[in-house]
């Protein structure tokens, strides 16, 4: 199975992505471009990357007391990576960017993380530089950024600590100004950090010649106490080894230590750790009297206090990615699980006089259960895979359109992002369960790869917030933002989508159910905050996700059937039975889940909240 022509429907015939070269900052490209970059990455991935998908899982990165080993795959495959030019795809050709559309870039990441989700973490590298072009000084775009999209150094996030994950306003690592002329530092305002980060991926390893941590901390008040919320965070930059102005390493190390790796279910390809800041491992010489002392030197990003606001900035592509990682591990364990359909034999069909032993077996994937394995699968993991790219589009329309266009897809995006992120991590996890169940026993082996995609995939809804923290976003903050005027704007798009479908006679029932799920939403979104009380409306924030998230799909799926039927009048098994049936398994098996979900919303029901720990 190839995914290519999937990918090619979603962008070319249902997202029109052609028509971006009709802008200015995409006005080189054209569909001959966009496909040579789908050809380069989906060579690299099927030659550097899928190889090696079930070594790195074996293979976890050791520490031998001094350096981080990784298997020589991944370097290979960080190289090739690195040499294509997607690290910095989407930035501008002064950059040394392609000045692609994010939604090309997006797309061609797929290749990567259905072949091995967790080889690359070019994901963190892209975000750390990303978020340097926007809020960092000159310097540290040349620096850092400018180095990091070169593939020459790699950037980490560190937010969580042992005991602040979701809640950050608890970190407590704190920077102090280095020296009373900290401010003349060319590289950005000089601090020292003290404190432990934890769960830093790609924080050690030996694949780049430095890694750019990028710290949130906290710089403590008059009183030289820290300042509790968010208020107080600030956001650092923290090399791994010291680099002087022109981006050459000075051969000190920086105070930075690896105290120990984290041993995953999955996603072990990529190094996890725990980082310890200013232990006084690798002293520094301070800039005063030039003794080495304790203290990671960390450049300022942005003003004090603002940190969270800069990191926060990233947040959107960061979800996406997470999101379409989960696309893609589902995708291949549907794939994996249809092939092995497709050869299994194993029982036969009843007949009106029951099973007959004389005939020969059949292969499973002639047996209706086995069936709707398939089509749950197909119908989570393609459904997902348009949201994703839908939302990538909405990041070009916020960057690249007229004003007005440009806002609406800003505040969509606000109120989808959540759904991006959590829904394929939920669905297409659930993807992998079906994909494992389809192997039976072999299934729970370690001879095939569907046990993998699933520990792999169980990270997504842990990881850049919490499945819990992003329903409390959704229905604490998104659907509430500008006076609901997010939620609006997606219901118009729904209600777009239902009057072209209501004309097409296979359809008209699903846009009438889609209506009405849309409309339960709307209704149960009033009666959640009816109260005005948050513990209240949020009790139940992720059912209320749940119910969101489905209605979407359902209306993604209407609009992707539109396309389909629209690309090819004749309605050819091949390129459109398959997206017809999995709309009908949408509307018929998922929609209607979305009832028992809202329901407890819409009543503020109590049942979880209220118990006592006691009766636990
Ligand atoms: C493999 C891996 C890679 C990671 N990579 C990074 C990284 O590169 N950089 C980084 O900074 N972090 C990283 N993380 C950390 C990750 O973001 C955190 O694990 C996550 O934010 C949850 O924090 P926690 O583990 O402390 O769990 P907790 O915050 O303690 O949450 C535990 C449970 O309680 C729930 N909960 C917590 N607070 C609330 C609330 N207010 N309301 C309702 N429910 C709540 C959560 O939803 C969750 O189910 C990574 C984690 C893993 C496992």
Known sequence: MSLRPTLDFLL?????????????RFADHSRETFDAVFDTCERIAREKFAPFNRLVDTQEPQFDGEKVILPQATHEAHKAYAGSGMLSAAQDYDEGGMQLPYTIEAAANCFFAMASVSIGSSLLTKGNANLLLVHGTEAQKEVFARNEFAGRFSGT??????????????????????????????????????????????????????II???????????????????????FIVPKKMVGTDGQLTGERNDVALAGLNHKLGWRGTTNTLLNFGEGKYPVPSTGSGRP???????????????????????????????????????????ASLDYAKNRPQGRPVGPAGKDSAQPQVRIIEHADVKRMLLAQKAYCEGALALELYCARLVDEQHTAEAGPADDARLLLEVL?????????????????????????????????????WRDNRLNMIHEGTHGIQATDLLGRKVLMEGGKGLQLLAARIHSTMERASQV???????????????????????????????????????????????????????????????????SIAVTAGKLGAVRYFYHYELPKIDAWLQVVAARDLTCADLPEEAF
């Not at 070319?12 to 200015?24: G, I, T």
């Not at 990028?214 to 600030?234: C, E, F, H, M, Y």
């Not at 959540?418 to 993807?431: G, M, N, Q, Y």
């Open 12 to 24: 070319y015939q249902w997202l029109a992505a052609e028509s971006l070269n009709q802008r200015e």
């Open 505 to 571: 006679p296979e359809l008209a029932d699903y846009a009438k159910a889609l209506g009405q799920a849309l409309q339960q939403v709307g209704a149960t979104t009033q009666a959640a905050w009816a109260t005005g009380n948050p513990q209240d409306a949020l009790a139940n924030a992720v059912p209320y996700m749940q119910g969101f998230g489905h209605t979407v799909l359902a209306w993604i799926w209407l609009d992707v059937a539109l396309a389909a039927l629209q690309a090819d009048a004749t309605k």
């Open 213 to 235: 941590h990028l710290v949130l901390a906290k710089i403590p008040g008059p009183d030289g106490k820290l300042i509790p919320g968010t208020r107080g965070i600030s956001l």
């Open 293 to 335: 002392v304790a203290g990671a030197v960390g450049y300022l990003v942005g003003k004090p206090h603002e940190g969270l606001r800069c990191m926060f900035h990233m947040m959107n592509e960061a979800r996406i990615g997470v999101g379409t990682a989960a696309v893609m591990l589902g995708m291949a364990g549907y794939y």
């Open 157 to 210: 996030m560190c937010l969580s600590e042992p005991q602040a994950g979701s809640s950050l306003s608890d970190i407590t690592t704190r920077a102090v100004p280095d020296g009373d002329d900290f401010e003349a530092e060319p590289l950005g305002p000089r601090y020292r950090l003290k404190g432990n980060k934890m769960w830093i991926s790609a924080g050690e390893h030996e694949l780049t010649e430095n």
């Open 417 to 453: 992002t959540p759904i991006a992120k959590s829904w394929p991590s939920e669905w297409c996890l659930e993807a992998n369960s079906l994909a494992i169940q389809i192997h039976g026993g072999y299934g729970y082996t370690r001879d095939f790869p569907v046990e993998q995609y």
